[in-house]
């Protein structure tokens, strides 16, 4: 999969929109091919961002949530090493290309999004790495032993997801910065790390909050 590839999905939320290979400042060894803001005559305007935000071009941005659980992988490596992870709701990929950095003995990136998909495969290659792809939560592979998610309890129907992963994994690690209590006990918080979407989207303060959770397996 290569940049062109992720420049055509990208195109059709913003005509004139383009990835770049950068750095995110909350987790800066991983590169990923990420919305490339030179494009535009300055930062994105409030209406540019908005539209971003309510188009499915989510995996052109490394949201606040990926970039902590990424780096918080890499800082705790023994949490994937050897093991199955699958990242549910994978965006670029951030994720589950730190996993495979980690040492997993599968990073698998699950969404339900082509261009997702085709993002993660990108940014696996960019960083050295092999990710499996998953299009659907249900046919996911059997025997995981973790299963991370970063920001997808934004929606309040997707509350019974926080039982679901712990149903089809060992452990369960999430990153949230939408909700303050998941009303969840089997969740326990482990930290609270500041960051910023990538590139910055001006986001409200409080969503540059993300909070980590770790679960075990209800299995």
């Not at 913003?14 to 060894?29: K, M, Y």
């Not at 290659?125 to 934004?154: H, I, K, M």
């Amino acid at each position: 999969m290569t940049p062109e590839h992720l420049n055509q999905h990208l195109r059709k939320t913003l005509s004139r929109g383009r990835v770049a290979a950068s750095a995110p400042a909350g987790c800066p060894d991983l590169p990923l091919y990420l919305f490339d803001p030179s494009v535009l005559e300055g930062p994105l305007s409030h209406d540019e961002a908005q539209a971003v935000v309510a188009e499915p071009a989510y995996w052109s941005f490394c949201w606040a949530s990926g970039q902590v659980l990424a780096s918080w992988i890499l800082q705790h490596p023994e949490l994937v090493a050897g093991k199955a992870v699958l990242d549910f709701g994978s965006g670029s990929g951030v994720v589950a290309v730190a996993a495979a950095r980690a040492g997993a003995a599968r990073a698998i990136a699950c969404d339900i999004d082509p261009a997702a998909l085709d993002a993660a495969a990108a940014n696996a290659r960019l960083n050295g790495v092999q990710v499996e792809l998953c299009d659907d939560w249900a046919a996911r592979p059997e025997s995981l032993d973790l299963v991370t998610a970063a920001d997808v309890l934004y929606d309040p129907d997707n509350r019974p997801l926080l039982e679901a992963f712990r149903a089809a994994a060992s452990r369960v690690l999430l990153a949230d910065s939408r909700v303050r209590d998941l009303g969840n006990p089997a969740y326990q918080l482990q930290t609270v790390i500041e960051a910023r979407t990538w590139p910055d989207l001006n986001e409200f303060e409080e969503f540059n909050r993300v909070r980590i959770y770790l679960a075990e397996g209800a299995g």
